[in-house]
């Protein structure tokens, strides 16, 4: 089975960028939905970008449009989350999820889940 493990949150100023990444014990040839996934204390889970591993399918949410890019590298079974002019509320837990299957970006959709990693944007 596919374990994810994602690296690269921290502490940011507004304005500022980081890069998450999301690292998959391997992605066999099945078209993956890979996404990212955030919650802030209180709120719902959101789907902020997800795409697909072979056929190369991009969503990203009306709120990270524009600031966000997500890209692939699969010969080091990887999923990035390039994150620019970072906002206070961009704060929440970013979780990396996959499915080995073409879904919608949403987090019942996807099935195998990373642990998290906190990104905290401040004012």
């Known amino acids: 089975e596919v374990e994810l493990v994602e690296s690269g949150g921290g502490l940011v100023q507004a304005g500022g960028s ?3 990444s ?3 014990s391997v992605f066999t040839t099945d078209d993956y939905t890979v ?3 955030r919650q802030a204390p209180g709120k719902e889970r959101e789907g902020v970008s997800c795409l697909t591993t072979r056929s190369g399918h991009t969503y990203y949410s009306d709120s990270v449009k524009g600031r966000f890019t997500i890209s692939s590298d699969l010969a080091k079974n990887t ?11 961009d704060t929440a837990v970013y979780y990396c999820a996959a499915d080995p299957r073409m879904v919608p970006c ?3 959709y996807l099935d195998i889940w990373g642990q ?5 944007v401040s004012s």
């Open 106 to 108: 949403d987090h019942e």
């Open 18 to 20: 980081l890069r998450l």
């Open 79 to 89: 999923v990035y989350l390039q994150m620019n002019s970072l906002k206070p509320e």
């Open 35 to 37: 996404g990212w996934f």
């Open 22 to 24: 999301c690292a998959a």
């Open 116 to 120: 998290g990693s906190l990104v905290t």
